[in-house]
């Protein structure tokens, strides 16, 4: 959170807090900074965003049928 506080705009700030909050479980927000990451991952490679892109759907998909 202290990287997200500094460089609000940091695809890898967002990237990684992603991936802590999926491996905690807290899905929600993960998928929050998983979108983050690809508004501002420019110049990620394309594997990196197919595979961010893959898992965010997968969230959100098991998000809205958790409702």
Do not use: M
Not at 7 to 15: F, V
Not at 39 to 51: E, M, V, W, Y
């Amino acid at each position: 959170e202290r990287a997200l506080r500094l460089s609000p705009n940091h695809p890898g700030a967002h990237y990684n807090f992603a991936l802590l909050l999926d491996r905690q479980g807290i899905k929600d927000k993960a998928s929050r900074h998983y979108s983050e990451f690809l508004r501002h991952a420019d110049n990620a490679s394309p594997a990196l965003i197919q595979k961010v892109q893959d898992r965010n759907t997968i969230l959100k998909e098991n998000s809205a049928t958790e409702r």
